[in-house]
């Protein structure tokens, strides 16, 4: 019996190590969507960030945030504001901080004073964040949320460090910018394919 509930804890334990190792003062909620390796990296930009540029980079993911429903535009808004703020409130300054609902389709950026001149909040989510997020393929939530955190909270530092002039190890360079542009080109090749099949049909039915 006490070998048995002994091979019980060690498996527990095995099963929660990951959450542990890597837990993290710059992810402050997961949900469970982020991969292991992402949270790693994200981990040692983080710290590098902190200790270098002297700021905090937070990231807060979250499957939802309780919307209800019933709700109008103008309440999930007001809702959603209040409960990012209770976040912030807990943050230590200065700060950049990155929030994802993905159920609830929002993504926002908030920066302490020190830096809204530095990080600009639609490059980062229109160029890093929301491509990979709302990219429509066969890949899985999961793989995506990784993808789009990652890409994110890595743009945020390099844009720190350029301004101030200071080099990250840990960056992970131009390849996150990379990735949204092909996804941006892949995107637009789609548009124009279509418009180009939509005049062809429309010329071949005049011709009939």
């Not at 982020?34 to 002297?54: H, M, W």
């Not at 159920?103 to 639609?122: A, G, R």
């Amino acid at each position: 019996m006490i070998k048995f509930k002994l091979i019980k804890i060690y498996f527990l334990l095995l099963l929660f190590l990951p959450y542990y190792v890597f837990a993290s003062d710059f992810i402050l909620s997961s949900d469970g969507l982020v991969d292991i390796r992402a949270i790693g990296k994200i981990n040692e930009i983080g710290k590098e960030t902190r200790e270098k540029l002297g700021v905090n980079v937070y990231l807060y993911l979250k499957k939802d945030f309780f919307l209800k429903k019933y709700m109008s535009i103008e309440e999930k808004h007001k809702y959603i504001k209040e409960y990012e703020y209770k976040i912030l409130k807990n943050l230590l300054k200065p700060y950049v901080l990155l929030t994802i609902s993905v159920n609830d389709i929002h993504v926002n950026l908030y920066t302490s004073t020190d830096f809204k001149n530095i990080v600009n909040k639609d490059d980062i989510l229109d160029n890093y964040v929301v491509p990979l997020l709302a990219s429509k393929d066969k890949n899985t939530v999961f793989s995506k949320a990784s993808a789009a955190v990652l890409n994110g909270y890595a743009s945020i530092a390099d844009k720190i460090a350029e301004a101030k002039n200071i080099e990250l190890i840990s960056s992970i360079g131009n390849s996150s910018k990379v990735a949204s542009t092909i996804w941006r080109v892949f995107i637009y090749t789609l548009v124009v394919l279509g418009l180009l099949l939509y005049i062809y049909a429309m010329l071949r039915k005049k011709k009939v």
